[in-house]
């Protein structure tokens, strides 16, 4: 309020809405950097799959074996 009366402006580094949003920022990086960590460290094992792949992905889908049904 001060130096807007006086007319001077506030250098960014005196706003504190300035360092709320370098400290969101740096918890938001954090997160992440946390989770491609936790990905890493306890990764699921692979799927056996056979057959024809493109990019580690089936390229057909398997029908599930018939089950017999009671009447």
């Keep these: 309020m001060h130096s807007e009366r006086c007319g001077k402006e506030q250098p960014w580094y005196r706003a504190p809405v ?11 990086l954090a ?22 792949r493109v990019l580690k992905m089936p390229t057909s889908h398997r029908m599930p074996a018939a089950t017999p049904t009671n009447q």
């Design 18 to 28: 300035a360092w709320l949003g370098i400290a969101v920022f740096m918890a938001l």
């Design 31 to 52: 997160g992440c950097i946390a989770v491609i960590v936790m990905a890493d460290l306890y990764a699921d094992e692979a799927l056996p799959v056979a057959g024809e």
